[in-house]
């Protein structure tokens, strides 16, 4: 319960209204650094990312904004259904999530099985078709992120984390961007 009410406290966009005249392109890049934030957090503390990636997952449709489900989810809705939210985005008719791998690559990480493969070609398939929408901080993340287990240093770890928190930071942060700093016990500062 402690984790459900945490989530519905941080929430980016707590009502639709609070959307309007939003650009589908920034929505698109908040959904690119979200599922950047999910696996660092699946690699840190596999608990949390499974209840996170479950409540995402639990409405599998992506159909509509739903104030009782998480940041994530509704980001995705909002750039899966463009349509459905004309009248309220800035629209950008050449931005396509694949929906049926998007849901697999959430349900492995729900199930606690997160499939590190499938995940890159993922994110290399949003890089290709969000185009200049992902920025270069984004990529450096992406394979930063895709060598965690690898080559990497705990300090360089850190180093990512403290990056991943900078580029997301707003106004408002989301769920996710609080459960990152929560369970790698990073703030972001200024450099």
């Known amino acids: 319960m402690e984790f459900i009410k945490s989530i519905i406290e941080s929430r980016m966009y707590r009502r639709l209204e609070q959307v309007k005249g939003t650009d589908v392109n ?6 690119y650094d979200h599922l950047l934030m999910l696996r660092v957090v699946y690699y840190i503390d596999k608990k949390s990312a499974v209840k996170y990636a479950k409540e995402t997952i639990k ?6 904004f739903r ?8 980001l995705l ?10 009248d309220k985005l800035f629209n950008n008719w050449d931005i396509v999530i694949p929906e ?16 590190a493969r499938d995940y890159d070609q ?5 890089y290709r078709r969000f185009g200049r929408v992902v ?9 930063f992120v895709q060598d965690w287990h690898k080559r ?9 984390i403290m990056r991943i928190l900078q580029t997301v930071r707003r106004p408002i942060n989301t769920d996710l961007y609080m459960l990152l700093q929560k369970v790698s016990k990073v703030s972001p500062g200024t450099e």
């Open 26 to 31: 920034t929505l698109a890049s908040l959904v």
């Open 135 to 143: 920025t270069s901080d984004q990529m450096w993340l992406r394979r």
């Open 59 to 64: 409405q599998q449709n992506f159909n509509g």
């Open 77 to 86: 809705t909002l750039v899966m259904q463009q349509r459905q939210y004309a």
């Open 152 to 160: 990497i240093s705990r300090m360089d770890r850190n180093q990512a």
């Open 100 to 115: 049926l791998r998007l849901k697999r690559v959430i349900r492995a990480v729900a199930d606690g099985e997160l499939d």
């Open 122 to 126: 993922l994110l290399m398939i949003l």
């Open 67 to 74: 104030q009782s489900m998480t940041d994530m989810y509704n």
